[in-house]
């Protein structure tokens, strides 16, 4: 099925959660409005609500109230975003410290940690306690995610196992969570949205995987910026893993730092976009695209699952 | 009452905070221990715990239950606490922008993240709904008030509305929110938790005018740093806005700005010091002590009355 199809099914329920994010963010200073309304009218693919309804679906779907808990979910990621332009904003701007960027930063700052709270004041209307835990958690563990991948970043001496454990809790679980408490919100049985996170959990790993080969196999145009970023940052992807397995391809990695040139990386993203590491990291996006549609399986057939599985393929195999 | 009497007579339960305290920062991530834990030695007076396990006393007190709130209650003060570091670090740092310090503040700023995110997970281990909603928007509040504590500096055509709204948000709120939370927690009728709200409001209140005179009156030994750091640093606060009422004064201080020198800053600070501003700010700040003291009355009478209301003596009347 075509996936804008899926949006167009349940358009009058994105725009009720698009009110309620409004609402959130809506508030008495008028700067903090004013930060957080490009946020909103950037929009986005709103592709965790949209999955959070679909699991609601299995539920007894109340849009009503399933409304607050996606755009809790929503409010979460948009803070996390906020909170990463406070980061790269400082890069971009490094030596030339003005008064003014300062004050955009802290702005920017208080503005993420405000849309934190909104998230959280959301998901209160809701009395459903369960949800609250869950939602709580997932953002504990998303700053732990954040935090560990500075930690890691030029660090050469790491596994696959770090990678996997970084993208869980810096992408996956915030999707897991979207599939998992639109069936709590609706009431659903434990067995189905325990499924419904698993699932989740798997095309999240997926997205991020596949974000990471983009990342050095689209086209700046696609991107939006250069290719080789993460690689230039310090961070360390599944297709720089596995090109590191071949001992001249670690060496040449191992010595890019923070203050390696775009020219330096240029030649290092060539030889990783040559070898096998792209096709390699594809067919672990791959594997657990097919585990998230194993678990798929194993709930109640009919459309609303058919959706799910269009979203998973339409998320894991994306070209940019 | 002696002070070190009351913290003596709940120091078991303190006890209990501070395991609960130790359990929420501690987390898989080494670098976020490390960034926390010099947070939790600093230790501070614990007030905002303490005065909520007074107001639990109104109830059916269960230091089982409460200890997740009170732990709740001090993590978010401590998150605020990390993030105007950030701001600080920030300032001090300017011009000066190593990659280590960028380090630090993204460490900081995501350290703060996960001390609110965990804040919100402890509480969710009490099942009640009502607790979860008032900490959440004691939360956005905070963020509001700091954004507009930003936006209003240097603004020197702000009212004493603008500034009690400002630290209604930034300090009373959670104060308030402490004392109505503990009730809550021990399942306390609303009109005693009411009461207790409206009883920590004006204890907060009091108490962010006490701290706003003391940034004038206090010498750089108590401070830990010079005095009149507020008016250097923009924030126009109580003393200021009554000493603004002289027409001199009030161009003598409309004059500084972001770029002025602590030597322009000393020569304002004499003459506030010596005119009526102190006096009216300590006669407001009594007002809001005496109307927590006139609240607190017509709550039960009794042992935890009374140590709220020598707390309230203590915070409201403090030398530094």
Redesign the interface.
């Known amino acids: 099925m075509n996936i804008k199809l899926i949006y167009t099914r349940l358009k009058a329920d994105i725009d009720l959660i698009e009110q309620e994010l409004e609402r959130a963010v809506g ?6 409005e004013e930060a957080s309304v490009h946020l909103l009218q950037a929009g986005g693919k709103r592709i965790r609500p949209v999955m959070l309804l679909l699991g609601a679906k299995f539920g007894d779907y109340d849009i009503h109230r399933v409304k607050y808990v996606a755009a809790s979910l929503e409010l979460i990621h948009m803070a996390s975003l906020v ?1 990463d332009d ?2 790269d904003d ?2 971009i701007r ?2 030339k ?1 003005t ?1 003014k960027a ?2 955009d ?3 920017a ?6 849309i ?3 998230a ?2 959301c998901i ?2 809701i ?1 459903n ?1 369960e949800a ?2 869950i ?3 997932t ?2 563990q ?3 995610g ?3 991948q ?2 890691d970043k030029y660090r050469y001496d790491q596994h696959l196992r770090d990678y996997l454990r970084r993208i869980k809790r810096k992408t996956a679980i915030l999707i897991a969570a979207s599939c998992q408490l639109g069936a709590i919100a609706a009431g659903a049985p434990a067995s189905i949205h325990q499924k419904l996170y698993e699932f989740g959990y798997n095309v999240g790993m997926s997205f991020q995987i596949t974000d990471d080969i983009l990342d050095f196999t689209a086209s700046e145009k696609e991107l939006g910026k250069p290719a080789g970023g993460d690689l230039l940052q310090g961070n360390i992807t599944l297709p720089v893993l596995y090109a590191m397995e071949d001992r001249e391809m670690r060496a040449q990695i191992s010595s890019v730092h ?1 203050h390696s040139s775009r020219e330096e990386i240029n030649h290092i993203i060539d030889r990783l976009k040559n070898s096998d590491a792209i096709e390699r990291s594809h067919v672990l996006s791959r594997r657990y695209l097919d585990r998230a549609l194993k678990v798929l399986n194993e709930l109640p057939p009919g459309r609303h699952r058919n959706s799910l599985r269009d979203i998973a393929y339409f998320i894991g195999k994306r070209k940019y």
Chains 1, 2 share one sequence.
């Open positions: 508030s008495s200073s008028t700067i903090l909170h406070v980061i400082a890069v490094r030596g410290h008064v300062e004050w930063n802290r702005i700052m208080y503005t993420g940690d405000y934190f709270a909104a959280l004041e209160t209307q009395d306690v609250h835990q939602l709580s958690h953002m504990t998303l700053c732990i954040e935090i560990v500075i930690q923070a």
